[in-house]
């Protein structure tokens, strides 16, 4: 695989990127992001099973989120089979990969046990709501802080594994390897990407809030929560998430120098 080194502003370009395909169809595309999202709850709600099935799945909806960029972005139509059509694409793999991030995670979790004594392990893997004075007495700071340093690598793993896998064929430690490595040469258009993803998706979303709050607060507080700011919010949302998912394919798209058409 040839990866291409990028610079910084690579990863903002990336997000402006995600958008303009977004734009190309705002409805479909939102309601794939929707269904990708309701297809990975059902599964976490089967008991026992659940948590693994949504694990082994998310590999393969991703690639087909990832489709549905590529296919908005060189003019064709999208729809329910575009998500699901990203399973049937080296199917053994994209089950193989999601079990092993589940693995991962799972144990750098266990991992902060050495840290807090396993209070995050327990909070994060609770099968019943945990009392609230038991997490306002945790302090998962710290622990918080070691599991985002170990799990860097694995994301970083699995940032294009999955499409590498259904896209070019690649087996599981190929996929990994080559997704790793280009996520290392381009450390600086990810961190630059990062910050994007923390302005477009965390902080400009709370400002709009607040200020919808602070306007709007004047009547009955949960008559504007549920017909005039839940419903914007929610919109800014399917926006905000459906340009990251579209912005995954762009940051492959540059980084595995992929042409815009075929």
Known sequence: MQTRTLPAAAGWRWIGAGFAIFRRNPPMLSMLVVSYWLTVLVLNVLPIIGALAASLVIPGLSVGLMQAARDLERGRTIGLP??????????????????????????????????????????????????????????????????????????????????????????????????????????????????????????????????????????????????IIMPFMTMIALIVFSTIYASYYASYRDVFDIPDVD
């Open 82 to 227: 575009t998500l699901f059509g990203g399973l049937r694409q080296n199917t053994r793999t994209l089950l193989a990969l999601g079990a092993l991030y589940l693995g991962a995670t799972i144990a750098v979790l266990g991992l902060s046990a050495l840290v807090d004594g396993g209070e995050l392990l327990h909070f994060m893997l609770a099968s019943k709501a945990v009392d609230r004075q038991e997490i306002e007495d945790a302090n998962f700071l710290l622990p918080s802080l070691f599991v985002m340093i170990l799990m860097a690598p694995v994301l970083m793993a699995y940032w294009f594994a999955p499409v590498l896998a259904a896209w070019h064929g690649l087996g599981v430690g190929k996929s990994l390897f080559f997704s790793f490595v280009a996520c290392w040469i381009n450390w600086r258009a990810f961190l630059a990407y990062g910050a994007g993803m923390v302005l477009v998706a965390g902080i400009i979303p709370g400002l709009i809030f607040g200020l919808l709050l602070g306007i709007l607060s004047g009547g009955d507080s949960n008559f504007v929560s549920l017909f």
